[in-house]
C-alpha cells in the first residue's frame, strides 16, 4: 500500500510500543516545515519554537513508556543538513528520544537496506520514497512477515554499530 505524506505522518505517528527510523540521506528533504528552520539554522540564528509540538510529544510518549529510535548514517565531513540535525538532536535526546549516528564508512559493511525507513511496533515497515528533487513523495507500507523480520534485522544491526548522541557528540 502507498500512502501520501499526510497519511505517513499519521502511520508513522501511531506507534504504541516503538517506533524506529534508519536514515540514511545526507541532504535535506523537502520538508516546508524544516525549510525556515534550516535557512535560520544556516544564518546562525536561534531556531527555537518550531520544534515544540514534536518535543512534547517525545516527553509524553516516553513518560508513557513509548519509545522513539533513529540510526542517521552520516558522511565525514557533515554536510549542513546534518550539522542541523545534530542541533536538533540536542532538543530531542533530552525529550526521549534515542537517537544514534553511524558514520558512513563503518556502515558499508553491513548490508544495511539502500532505503530509508520506519519500523513501526515490530510489524509495519514503512519505506519512503522520494521525488527527484527530494521531496517527499509518500511511503511504501509492508506488513509481509518476511519483510518486518529482515526490517527488524536492519534495526538491530544499525543499532548495534551506531554511537549515541551524547557520545557521538563528545567525539
Keep these: 500500500m502507498f500512502v501520501n505524506p499526510d497519511e505517513f505522518v499519521r502511520l508513522v ?9 534508519l536514515e540514511q540521506r545526507d541532504d535535506q528533504y523537502s520538508d516546508p516545515e ?8 544556516l544564518a546562525g ?3 527555537t519554537g518550531w520544534n515544540d509540538e514534536w518535543e ?11 519509545l522513539m529510535t533513529r540510526v542517521r548514517v552520516v558522511a565525514d565531513p557533515h554536510t549542513d543538513y546534518t550539522r542541523f540535525l545534530l542541533d536538533l538532536a ?7 528520544e534515542d537517537i544514534r549516528y553511524l558514520p558512513r564508512d563503518r556502515a558499508k559493511g553491513l548490508d544495511l537496506p539502500g532505503e530509508d525507513f520506519w519500523l513501526i511496533d515490530s510489524s509495519t515497515v514503512v519505506i519512503l520514497r522520494f521525488a527527484e528533487d527530494n521531496a517527499l513523495i509518500g511511503a511504501e507500507v509492508l506488513d509481509d ?27
Design 13 to 21: 505517528l501511531s506507534y504504541k510500543h516503538t517506533a524506529f527510523r
Design 56 to 66: 512534547d510529544m517525545l516527553r509524553r510518549r516516553t513518560a508513557d513508556g513509548q
Design 45 to 47: 540564528e536561534p531556531m
Design 34 to 41: 524544516e525549510d525556515e528552520p534550516f535557512r535560520r539554522f
Design 145 to 171: 512477515p518476511a519483510v518486518v523480520v529482515r526490517h527488524c534485522y536492519y534495526r538491530d544491526v544499525a543499532c548495534h554499530y551506531a554511537i549515541p548522541y551524547e557520545e557521538y557528540v563528545r567525539s
Design 90 to 96: 540536542s532538543i530531542n535526546v533530552p525529550a526521549g
